[in-house]
């Protein structure tokens, strides 16, 4: 079965990585291959709404680390 996960990610890199998802195909298929990440946890900054927003239509949850 697949387990929750979470990934940590630095905040200037979240760009980066979601358009490497872009490349899976439509955002049904994204989301389908993306449900095993529950959270991903941000350092270093806070995250543009529309990164934010970005990250949720894909079903992944955006927190803050260490949470303030």
């Known amino acids: 079965w ?3 996960t979470d990934v940590c990610l630095p ?3 979240l760009t980066a ?14 989301r389908s291959r993306l449900k095993r990440i529950r959270r ?3 350092y270093g ?3 543009t709404r529309e990164e934010a927003l970005a990250w949720q239509s ?8 260490p949470s303030v």
């Open 40 to 42: 991903l946890l941000v």
């Open 2 to 4: 697949p387990r929750p």
């Open 11 to 13: 905040v200037e890199q």
């Open 17 to 30: 990585v979601r358009e490497l998802f872009d490349t899976l195909g439509t955002p049904r298929i994204q």
């Open 45 to 47: 900054g806070q995250p």
């Open 58 to 65: 894909l079903g992944v949850t955006l927190a803050l680390w």
